[in-house]
């Protein structure tokens, strides 16, 4: 389902900062729990678990809706977290690994087999970035702020 990637339910063990997504149709969450579909989401959770500042979280909590650059289409992208603090600060949460938050560099060589790699990653890349411009304008306009999450965060 989704490759290699680690992936399992997280059990929460502060069940009252629970936000139980809005659509529950998804999958990611149980009774308590929440699927994981990396080692970094699996840290996310474990951090907004353990976190005493953290009074509410949500793993895919909702939708937001964007048009996808490839097809000129409306789709909905569902952000990975919404984090409370008991500060009222409030964050939506993308977890990705470094290297997939900027942009691709180009192949050294120029085989067939690393052009079209090329050509994918750019693809790719440009349909994350019109969900994290939708995810950004959501934010300023519902008083959040936007962030990543990269394994470079996750270490400390």
């Known amino acids: 389902m989704y490759g290699n ?14 936000i139980v997504p809005l659509d529950e149709t998804m999958g990611s969450y149980k009774n308590g729990h929440f699927l994981y579909k990396s080692s970094l989401e699996l840290n996310v959770l474990r951090f907004c678990d353990a976190n005493p500042s953290i009074i509410k979280f949500s793993l895919e909590p909702f939708a937001i809706k964007y048009i996808k650059p490839t097809d000129h289409k409306l789709h909905r992208y569902y952000i990975d977290f919404y984090i409370q603090f008991s500060t009222g600060d409030r964050f939506l949460v993308e977890v ?10 180009k192949p050294k060589t120029k085989t067939e087999k690393s052009q079209r790699n090329y050509q994918i990653a750019l693809r790719t890349y440009a349909i994350n970035t019109a969900k994290w411009n939708a995810a950004k304008e959501f934010c300023r306009k519902n008083d959040m702020k936007f962030i990543f999450l990269t394994e470079k965060e996750l270490k400390h």
């Open 5 to 18: 990637c680690k992936q399992g339910w997280y059990t929460v063990f502060n069940t009252d900062k629970i």
């Open 96 to 105: 990705k690994p470094y290297s997939q938050i900027s942009s691709p560099k």
